[in-house]
């Protein structure tokens, strides 16, 4: 418990991850198997469903990560501008 958290809250957040993940393979199978009954070339149909995947994740995961790059310095600037700090000891 270093960070207030329960075995409870630990377990619950842990399968979060897991819960995307199965989400994801049921979805990606749905597609493959649509893109299979339209296109009737199954390895075609798989090599799209997985490069539209990949592409989906790694554009999420760059815009998540430049996300943080603009974020943080901008509070961090804001932090230590003084102007955080007087305003605080106003209310």
Do not use: E, Y
């Not at 958290?5 to 619950?12: C, T, V």
């Not at 299979?36 to 070339?41: I, L, P, S």
Request: net charge positive; hydrophobic share 50%; aromatic share 8%.
């Amino acid at each position: 418990m270093a960070h207030h958290l329960s075995i409870q809250k630990m377990s619950i957040v842990s399968v979060i991850p897991w819960a995307v993940g199965v989400t994801g393979l049921i979805a990606g199978g749905f597609a493959c198997d649509w893109l299979v009954k339209k296109t009737g070339r199954a390895i075609h149909s798989r090599k799209i469903v997985l490069i539209t995947s990949l592409g989906a994740v790694g554009g999420f995961v760059h815009f998540i990560a430049n996300l943080a790059g603009i974020v943080a310095p901008a509070l961090t600037g804001f932090s230590c501008s003084g102007w955080a700090t007087s305003r605080a000891r106003s209310c």
